[in-house]
């Protein structure tokens, strides 16, 4: 361990996380952060998270204190914040761990900073901002972001958290040599399906829920459900969520344009609706381009449906597990595996979406998830050995 920085183990920990924003609901970090912070805190650990403007309106997220600081006029786009450079400055000099989620914004930076001469951890998740589909965006900003400060900030950290097996090749695959932690996200785990969720008589729905962007490969799924719709009669498809930029018009577009019949299009859902959105469908697809985790996989899986998604997700166990369909990304893949998911009655279906579940609960509870976080922590702060989650470089 770093000398500089020195050791002390604490078995009730003061934990400071940052993401730059948790207000925009359908990304999974504003998700997957908070409820890592309120099972952290469930544990019995002091948290905080430190966000920039605008804040969520509401915070669910009991025994996590959230503080929201400004934005600066300057560097807006990149979320930069004198108030949370200052307070994360301030964290470090008596937080056991600072964890830092995301790159290439600002409050990405901060971080490797303020612990600069601390006894404080620097644990930092790179939340998928590593894919080469990622990088493919803005590849210009990001390649001078990475020369003049971004690689710096995680060789200056501690360990790295990846939430799979694929992310932490990502990882690797920077040229980072740092510790890694493969720790999954984890899930809310909902009561069971309310009565009257499906209701009877209607179609049978194969549901997309999530933001409307290139990567997510909707460009692929609309002209494949337009050879699957004639054959499938009783099934309608319904896709869910915020668009970015003009790619939601292009998909709808798309889809008028290939004669589609039977697509729905809804905003986006959040809370208990979005729950009672997974309740009502009977099949869930994700034709991904690139995910580092997927959390509407998850949550899809937990509310007891199973799942269709390509191998740009980090899904292998859904066809170990029973749950679901995990297949290379191309039409005619895609367009097979819903065709044999369709075509399984309704109890066959609900099946693989108990098995699913049932998977969720043994492996993706948001407890058992802050538990192995925990320990890296600890193993951090010297108390404690090297958790078989963490992978030295």
Known sequence: MDGERGIATFPRMLLAHTVSNVAIEASGPSNSVPALCAALARLGHDVRLHTVAPGPTTWPHAGVEHVVHPKSLLLRPLWGSAGLRRALRAEAASADVLHSHGLWLLPNLYPARAVR???????????????????????????AMWAMAQRAALEASDCLHATSIAEQEEILASGIRRPVAVIPNGVEIPDERPAGARAAGRLRRLLFLGRIHPKKGLDELVPVWRQLESEFADWQLVIVGPGEGSHLDEIRELARASGCRRVEFRPPAHGDEKSRLF???????????????????????????????????????????????????????????????????????????????????????????????????????????????????
């Open 117 to 143: 001469g601390t006894r404080c951890r620097l644990v930092t998740s790179p939340r998928g901002t590593l894919s080469a589909v990622a990088l493919g965006f803005s590849r210009r900003t990001k390649q």
């Open 279 to 393: 309740w009502s469908a009977d099949l869930f697809v994700l034709p991904t381009r690139n995910e580092n985790f997927g959390m509407a996989v998850a949550e899809a899986l937990a509310h007891g449906l199973p799942v269709v998604t390509t191998r740009g997700a980090p899904w292998s166990g859904l066809e170990s597990n029973g749950a679901g369909w995990w297949i290379p990304l191309d039409r005619d893949a895609l367009g097979a595996a819903l065709r044999e998911a369709m075509s399984l009655a309704p109890d066959a279906l609900a099946q693989k979406g108990a098995a699913g579940r049932a998977w969720m609960r043994q492996a993706f509870a948001w407890d058992k998830v802050a538990g192995d976080m925990q320990e890296v922590y600890r193993w951090l702060r010297g108390d404690g050995s090297r958790p078989s989650s963490v992978s030295e470089p």
